[in-house]
Structures are given as structure tokens and as C-alpha cells.
């Protein structure tokens, strides 16, 4: 599974940004804000890889480590499912899948 490029941390506050330039943290974080169908997007693809790894046998704090992402963040996402009608039924190990094909 390929993980998302991090992205990289902020070193200064809005606020500091915008007594730099001379306007307002609003006007500094509108600027350096993510679209928000980009945000969206990423966010719905984050979601559908907790329930995938979810449905493989991932134990919530291993999906976190994964993703890169808090174990808080997996466990609402993981109820967020649920409250949806998702099905969260974790595969057959492959080996048990295999032998109830030859019985």
C-alpha cells in the first residue's frame, strides 16, 4: 500500500506570518490553506484504507502506525463505518478461504 508524501510541519504561526506581512492570520491561513475537494478527497481515501486494512485483520494501533495517523483518529473513522452501514467483516485468512474451495 503506498503511503501519502507528509507533509511538511509549519515553523511559525499564522500570527507571526501575518505581523510579518502586515495582515491578518485569517488572510495568512486562507493562503496557505488546502483546497477543500483536495482535503476532501485525501480524507475519503484515508477512510477507505482504515476500513480496507480494517477488513485484512489490522488491530486498530497497527492501522494507525500504517497510515501514519492517531489510533484515536482509526477508532472514530472505524465507528463512523459502522454508524454508516459499512460492512466491517475482516476477510477469511487466505488459508482458510483455500481449503473451503477443495472440500
Known sequence: MTQ???????????????????VSPRTVVRMVAEERAAYEGRSRQRRDQIVELHRQGLKGYEIARELNVSAGLVSTRLKEARSAGVDLTRYAAAGETHE???A
Open 4 to 22: 501519502e508524501p507528509t507533509r511538511e510541519r509549519r515553523t511559525v504561526t499564522a500570527r507571526e506570518l501575518a505581523d510579518r506581512f502586515g
Open 100 to 102: 473451503q474451495g477443495q
